[in-house]
């Protein structure tokens, strides 16, 4: 009794897949060329909330549902690659039923590439990457409906070798694609994931307080005699004669004598000044204006000895750990 009811079942559902092949394969086949055209339809920005009016902030609404649809397909399909998967490992005794699933990825797959291309039109996201993701997008959605339509056709058609590779082909094509456009976009709203291994964190922390290719002079020492002491030895006052805003210029140095000895800490004014007594007429900077810190004077220190290269990098200058310090506290502000 059993057994014929379970036969009667499955020639009942047989019968319903018949029925509905033809519909299905006609509305498939319109759905893609539908999908092909669809960005012939309207340029990014077309659906801007600010200027657009009432369509427009329709379009606006839908592209709010992309998010919200666009796990469905993925969800769905990534099941269905499980499920076949899995019947590969079973040797065909595990027999999933996977034609449901292409077909739910496949219409929440068109729902998201709708609700996508709203946001598209409404313009807030633009550039090249979001070009690459609708383009994926589309990929994806036609490949997925092909997919369906291939299993549907296998299902009427079991022994049809030749349909069930091209089933197996499009439905890691179907994968592959659906990889690339959750890539892309994932990437649009949520940066690349990778970018988050600790590895190239740790990388990117070295390599932002300190890095190797930074030209000591300019980007280092400049700026540090051009906060303190340029104000008044630069072009526009020169007192005693010193100018300090240019290389040549500290090279030449003032009425009184030296600014920079390359190599030479004790015959460099540089240097000197900034140990004489606050209260000495040549302390710099003048005991009233904003001093150099410790690391400051350590800074430029180690740079005079190194004989006061104008060109070097961080890189090719030997430093202790004490001027790692002194280096990451100072660039870091
Ligand atoms: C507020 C203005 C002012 C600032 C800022 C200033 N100086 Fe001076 N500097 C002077 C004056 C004024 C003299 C002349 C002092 C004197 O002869 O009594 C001088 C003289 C000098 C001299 C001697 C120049 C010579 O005649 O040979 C050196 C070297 C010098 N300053 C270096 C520096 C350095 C290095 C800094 C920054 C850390 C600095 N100064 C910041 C005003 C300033």
Redesign the pocket.
Known sequence: MAKSSDIDQLSGRRLLQQKLYLPCLTLGSVVILAVIFMPFIGQVGMANPKTAQTIGLWVHFLGGLHPVFLHLPIGALTLVLVMEFLRCLSRGKYKPQTTIGLFFTAVTGVLALIFGYCLYLTGDFEGELIEEHKRDGIIFTVFVILTFLVKYTTDLHPNKKKWKALYVFLLLASGGAMIGAGHHGGEITHGNPLDSLPSKILAARKSHTLDENLVIYTELIHP??EE??????GSK?K????R?DTYRHMLA???????LVPGDLKKS??????HLPLDD??R???Q??PQ?TNDEIKLLEWWVKAGAPETSTLGEIERSAEIDKALESTLGN
């Open positions: 540090i005699l303190k002491c340029i104000s008044c030895h006052k007192k005693s004669g010193l300090m140095g003032g009425d009184e004598g030296e600014c004014g540089l240097i000197t000044t900034l007429d040549l710099m900077p003048p009233d204006k150099l």
